[in-house]
């Protein structure tokens, strides 16, 4: 695990004649570095116009780096100044990049419980294997060209006494996989 003190983030910094504050950070944006940032904001001559931080030093961003940049342009609202973090080198979009895979994991983990049970649906009205299960599953998505966590839906939906039909091309879909496969050699098997 990265730490403040494990990695410090470093921030110098000189003040120009025009009243631009250029501050150079060094190191990691991780736990404790909005509070770095704070202390260098606070040792900002009282007439700086601008603030400038280069980031060009700072080799790895984590989700304390948001609050980093958060503290800044609330630094600048505050005193009424223009900010800006510049020279940036793909740390924000490795960061951002990290936070989708992170949510499509999420959403990964929040659908699977649906997908096993309509597996397990498939499995015993069809008798077929769990991968069997599986093929027509995502075959019926692939000819209805909806999700499969939505297909997986319609099986489970399908199964209680109170359940409505599907809606058209999602039941074609799902009674086309099932038939390739009671047929024997159809793509379900495969």
């Known amino acids: 695990m990265r730490t403040a003190e494990s990695n ?10 025009t009243g631009r504050a250029v501050l150079a950070a060094r190191g990691e944006l991780v736990h404790g ?3 770095t940032l704070a202390r260098a904001l606070a040792r900002l001559p009282a007439g700086t116009r601008r603030i400038e931080v280069d980031m060009s030093g ?8 948001r609050g980093f940049l958060d503290l800044l342009r609330d630094h600048g609202e505050r005193h009424m100044i223009p900010v800006s973090a510049v020279n940036w080198r793909g740390q924000p979009r ?11 994991l999420r959403r990964a ?3 699977r419980p649906v997908i096993d049970q309509a597996r ?3 499995m015993a009205t069809h008798g077929c294997t769990s991968e069997e299960a599986w093929q027509i599953l ?7 060209n909806t999700k ?17 039909a599907p809606p058209e091309p999602v039941g074609r879909a799902l009674r086309t996989a099932i038939a390739r496969f009671h047929g024997g050699g159809g793509a379900a098997r495969g």
Do not use: N, Y
């Open 109 to 111: 983990m929040a659908t």
């Open 8 to 17: 410090p983030l470093i921030i110098e910094g000189h003040t120009d004649d």
């Open 33 to 35: 570095c909005a509070e």
């Open 138 to 144: 995502r075959e019926a998505s692939q000819l209805s």
């Open 148 to 164: 499969l966590r939505t297909i997986a839906a319609t099986v489970t939906a399908s199964a209680e006494h109170t359940a409505t």
């Open 120 to 122: 397990g649906i498939l």
């Open 58 to 65: 700072v080799g790895f961003m984590d989700t304390a780096g």
């Open 94 to 104: 490795d960061f951002w990049e990290l936070c989708k895979e992170v949510e499509q």
